[in-house]
């Protein structure tokens, strides 16, 4: 079992829809959780940041993290066709080092 | 304020042969790493760096070496390049303030070992 799953998609919504985006985790050590939006041919940029559980809003984008089911989720409200992109989950715990799931495509069409 | 560069944005290589990826970084961060991003695999830690004269394995670490001479620069090397190391490769580096830790990317280099 990989330490971070997520759904690969791709994930096609008409714009304005709700987006839902999730991993799942093993590691009950991890503390930090991270959402990074990727462009095709670009580097990842980072979007949301949380730490423990909880959710955190910014925008169209919110985060959310259950710690007791080891599960996170960032959700886009209004999508746009500029959310595009593939969407990468990444997590770490009180070191230096992140762990990243394999990331979901979205296409959000006009 | 450049952020982090990688070159060279593409190459391709033989079997054998040898190269070094560059990157560099104008924050003045003290952690960088280097990723491979292959399909369904996301992105994974190959070797990282907590500041210059350190460095140590990540998750995928055989066939490359790295160092850390200055806080700006950290290239990883291709010791003999084999056709498993065909991947896109990120540098990151990142910083940490009040328990925020923020990691920012390279555009990648594309590499293709024939």
């Known amino acids: 079992q990989k330490e971070v799953e997520q759904d690969p998609g791709p994930l096609s919504v008409p714009e304005g829809a709700i987006v839902s985006l999730n991993c799942t985790y093993s590691?009950?050590?991890?503390?930090?959780f991270m959402w990074y939006r990727q462009y095709s041919r670009k580097g990842p940029e980072l979007l949301m940041y949380?730490?423990?559980?909880g959710n955190k809003e910014d925008g169209r984008f919110t985060a959310q993290v259950d710690k007791s089911s080891k599960y996170i989720s960032l959700f886009i409200r209004d999508s746009q066709p500029s959310d595009s992109a593939t969407y990468l989950c990444?997590?770490?715990?009180?070191?230096?080092?992140?762990?990243f799931g394999p990331g979901t495509r979205l296409s959000v069409l006009p | 304020n450049a952020g982090v560069t990688q070159t060279p944005k593409f190459q391709v290589l033989k079997t054998g042969q040898s190269m070094t990826l560059q990157c560099a970084q104008d924050?003045?961060?003290?952690?960088m790493s280097w990723y491979r991003q292959d399909p369904g695999m996301g992105l994974r830690l190959i070797h990282y760096?907590?500041?210059?004269?350190?460095?140590d394995q990540g998750e995928v670490p055989n066939g490359y070496n790295v160092s850390r001479s200055t806080t700006e620069d950290f290239p990883l090397r291709l010791l003999s390049a084999a056709p498993s190391q065909t991947s896109v490769y990120f540098c990151?580096?990142?910083?940490?303030?009040?328990?925020?830790?923020?990691?920012?990317f390279g555009p990648g280099t594309r590499l293709t070992v024939t």
């Open positions: 990151a580096s990142s910083y940490s303030r009040q328990g925020v830790y923020e990691q920012y």
């Open positions: 760096s907590v500041g210059a004269g350190i460095t």
């Open positions: 949380t730490y423990s559980s």
């Open positions: 590691n009950s050590a991890f503390q930090y």
């Open positions: 924050m003045n961060h003290e952690y």
């Open positions: 990444a997590m770490k715990d009180y070191g230096q080092n992140f762990v």
